[in-house]
C-alpha cells in the first residue's frame, strides 16, 4: 500500500467489486460512466427509482420522447424503449470490463417490471423479453427475491439469461436464492448450455435493516438496546457471506464449478448511510471480503473514494460474534425475521411507487413532446 493508491484501489486489493448504484443518459452520454470505469467502477445497477429520477431530470430524453410520441407509442412501450436502451448503452461502456475479467464483471443490471413480483410466469416472462431486448451478454436481469420470483430465478437462469436477485433482507429467503440458482445452473447444465457466461449476483440490503431496528432500539430506551444501533445491517450480512461459503464449498457447487460456472456472488446493496451519525462509508468498510461487490450510490462512491477506511478482510472470521448480535436484539424483544418480512414488503411498495411515478413522467412527456414542446 502506497500514498499513491486510493481507498477504492485498496476496494479491489482486498477483493471488492466496486458498482455504481445509478444510471441515466446524461451520464452515459457526458462521458461520465466511462470516467468512473476507469477510476476503476466495474458494474452498473439500476431499479425503477432510479430511473424516475434520470427521467424526471434535464432534457437529455427529449429527442426519443419525440420520436416515440410520433409512433404512437404507449407509455408502457416507451418506458420499456428509454429505460433498455440506456442499459443497452451502459452496457457496450462496460463492454471491455466484460472481457477483460471473463465475464465476471462489467455488468448492467435492469429490473422486471415491479409489478409482477408475486407472478412467477409474468416475472419469467419480463426476464426474457429483457434479456432479448437489450441483446447483450453483461446484463443482468433483475428478479425480486420473493416467494414468487425464485422459480422465475431458476427459468430464467436455466435458459441462460444471467440474472442480479434483488430485494434480499433476511438469511432464510438468502438460502432459498442459492437454491434456486443452483437449480438453475442445474437444468442450464442438463439442457447443454455453456454455463461460463451465465453470471448472477445476490443483492443483499443491508442499511435498510439498521434503519428499521434502530428505530425500535430506541423505543427501549435501554442501555442494552443502545449499545446494539447500528449493528443489526452488517452482523446480518457477515452472516450471509457464511450461508455464501456454505454453499460454494457443497459437492453440488463444485460439480457446477467443475463444468465451467462462476458462482453467485453476493452484493452489499443499499449501502448509502441512512443515519448522520454513522461514518458515510460504514457499509462499505465493515463488508470487506474477496468474491463480494458492493454496489453504492454516488455520493457513498465518492465518500469511499475520498476518505474510505478499508483496512483489509473484515467479514472473515465474524460469523460467531454476528449470530451473538442479533441474539441480543432478539432477547430484547426484537424479531429480525418480522423486520425483515416487514422490510420486503415495504421495498417491493417503494419500487412500484417509483414505477408507477416513471410512467406518469414518460406519459407527460409524450403528451408535450406530441405537442412539440419537449419535456420540461
Known amino acids: 500500500m502506497t500514498s499513491s493508491t486510493t481507498p477504492l484501489q ?3 486489493e482486498a477483493g471488492v467489486a466496486v458498482w455504481l448504484d445509478d444510471l441515466s443518459r446524461q451520464r452515459i452520454t457526458s462521458g461520465g460512466l466511462a470516467d468512473l470505469v476507469a477510476r476503476g467502477v466495474v458494474g452498473v445497477t439500476t431499479n425503477p427509482t432510479i430511473f424516475a429520477s434520470a427521467l424526471a431530470s434535464g432534457d437529455a430524453y427529449d429527442a426519443q420522447l419525440r420520436t416515440l410520441a410520433a409512433q404512437g407509442a404507449s407509455v408502457e412501450d416507451a418506458v420499456l424503449a428509454l429505460t433498455t436502451d440506456d442499459v443497452r448503452d451502459a452496457c457496450d461502456v462496460l463492454r471491455p470490463v466484460y472481457d477483460a475479467t471473463g465475464g465476471v464483471d462489467g455488468r448492467v443490471s435492469i429490473e422486471v417490471d415491479p409489478r409482477l413480483a408475486r407472478d412467477t410466469a409474468a416475472t419469467t416472462a419480463s ?11 453483461n446484463l443482468y436481469v433483475k428478479i425480486p427475491a420473493t416467494v414468487e420470483g425464485l422459480p422465475a430465478i431458476t427459468a430464467a437462469l436455466a435458459q441462460g439469461i444471467s440474472v442480479n436477485v434483488t430485494l434480499i433482507f433476511s438469511l432464510q429467503r438468502y438460502r432459498a436464492v442459492l437454491d434456486a440458482f443452483v437449480d438453475g445452473l442445474e437444468q442450464a447444465h442438463a439442457a447443454g448450455r455453456d454455463l461460463a457466461p451465465i453470471g448472477s449476483v445476490a443483492s443483499f440490503f443491508v442499511s ?11 423505543e427501549l430506551g435501554t442501555d442494552e438496546a443502545a449499545a446494539l444501533r447500528g449493528t443489526a445491517a452488517i452482523a446480518n450480512a457477515r452472516l450471509a457471506w457464511g450461508v455464501y461459503q456454505d454453499v460454494v464449498t457443497s459437492e453440488r457447487w463444485q460439480a457446477l464449478a467443475a463444468a465451467g460456472a462462476h458462482p453467485q456472488r453476493p452484493l452489499w446493496a443499499s449501502t448509502g448511510v441512512k443515519d448522520p451519525a454513522y461514518p458515510d462509508t460504514r457499509y462499505v468498510d465493515e463488508l470487506v471480503v474477496a468474491g463480494t461487490v458492493n454496489t453504492m450510490p454516488e ?3 465518492e465518500a469511499v473514494a475520498d476518505h474510505g477506511a478499508v483496512r483489509g478482510d473484515t467479514v472473515t472470521g465474524t460469523q460467531d460474534s454476528s449470530a451473538a448480535l442479533l441474539d441480543r436484539i432478539e432477547a430484547v424483544g426484537i424479531s429480525v425475521d418480522e423486520v425483515t418480512d416487514q422490510l420486503e414488503t415495504e421495498g417491493l411498495a417503494k419500487f412500484e411507487a417509483s414505477w408507477a411515478e416513471l410512467l406518469g413522467t414518460v406519459e407527460t412527456g409524450l403528451a408535450r413532446a406530441g405537442g412539440g414542446e419537449g419535456v420540461r
Open 10 to 12: 485498496h476496494l479491489r
Open 208 to 218: 435498510r435493516v439498521d434503519a428499521a431496528i434502530d428505530p425500535r432500539l430506541d
Open 299 to 301: 455520493k457513498t462512491l
Open 127 to 137: 426476464a426474457q423479453t429483457l434479456w432479448s431486448r437489450i441483446d447483450r451478454p
